[in-house]
């Protein structure tokens, strides 16, 4: 029910009391949050991971001081009063339980948590009537706003601007290691290998829709066998081509898509028709290859395009000899 925001209590109901409650269970789970990002960067990206410890120790000692705030007005015993409890207060996606965490996501990710909780307490204060809460939320205001600056100043003392290049180069490494090559490889090998069938096929029946049968067949058990092969042959442990269920996903989907491109203009109930619309996409599928080569893996466009498109040349006229033989 509370996804339509029933059973939340407004936020203009709140106490003072519970405000301050609120603040310090947001600045509990900030810390958390900031620990969990510190922890899921160690490995990869150790300077931005200290920073992120930073932060999580600075917003404990925001929340000890709302603690002795509290502690001090309303005497020990807190209520208990989370961000899901108010209707209309922000809430934080629980992007730090996904791994990998991307080093650029997760910065801006963390300015955004900061703003957000300002800009929140800024507006709170402006429809507050009451002096002394008015008071708190601009307090709060004026920590949060703290938060931002404290961010940028340990960004430049941890990571400075070698060690962020060098960050986003590794960051760029393992996004090519682990989806670009793996989705080339499919993409080449569905693209390629399966020209021969499906034109064999065409020329050898003339028949659009068997012709059809023929290309989803041959893609798709592509597909599984590149998408297994993948998985099987690489851990990724000591390569560090990371996850190797992610690459075999990659694989086998480009794999099939592939084939698939020119097997589905074989709907087409005409023969030549279909046969000139597969000749088509069979072009922009070699150059699409190319491209990617050359963005990603640096190889000299033409020659990129030389290698792929020959390759095709002569898969697709062994596969036109044998369909009328």
């Known amino acids: 029910s509370r996804v339509f925001g029933f059973g939340r209590r407004p936020f203009e109901s709140l106490s003072e009391q519970e405000i301050l409650a609120l603040a310090i269970s947001s600045e509990e789970d900030d810390g958390r949050i900031y620990r969990a990002y510190a922890d899921g960067l160690a490995e990869s990206f150790p300077q931005s991971a200290k920073m992120f410890e930073e932060m999580a120790r600075e917003e404990d000692g925001h929340r000890d001081a709302l603690i002795e705030l509290h502690r001090k007005r309303f005497g020990e015993r807190i209520p208990l009063i989370r961000r899901e409890h108010v209707k209309g207060y922000y809430e934080r996606k629980p992007d730090w339980l996904v791994r990998p965490l991307g080093i650029a996501a997760v910065r801006q990710q963390a300015e955004a948590m900061e703003r957000q909780a300002y800009l929140f307490y800024v507006e709170a204060a402006k429809r507050t009537s009451d002096a002394s809460t008015r008071k708190l939320l601009d307090d709060l205001a004026l920590a949060e706003q ?24 590794a960051e760029q490494r393992q996004f090519i290691l682990t989806y670009v090559q793996p989705g080339l490889a499919g993409l080449m090998d569905g693209s390629v290998s399966t020209l021969a069938p499906i034109f064999a096929a065409a020329f050898a029946t003339h028949d659009t829709f068997q012709t059809f049968l023929v ?9 599984i066998s590149m998408g297994f092969t993948e998985v099987a042959s690489d851990d990724g442990k000591l390569s560090g081509r990371g996850s190797p269920v992610k690459r075999g996903i990659t694989t086998g989907l480009m794999t099939a898509l592939g084939g698939l491109g020119h097997a589905l203009p074989y709907l087409i109930p005409y023969f030549w028709t279909a046969t000139a619309v597969a000749a088509v996409v069979v072009f922009f599928e070699l150059w699409a290859i190319a491209f990617v080569q050359n963005r990603y893996m640096q190889t000299p466009f033409w020659r990129a395009a030389f290698q792929v498109v020959l390759g095709g040349a002569l898969v697709f006229a062994a596969g036109v000899l044998i369909g009328n033989a």
């Open 146 to 169: 703290g938060h931002e600056t404290l961010a940028q100043r340990l960004e430049q003392t941890h990571v400075p601007g070698a060690v962020k290049d060098e960050e986003a180069a």
């Open 215 to 223: 290309g989803l067949a041959a893609s798709i058990g592509a597909g």
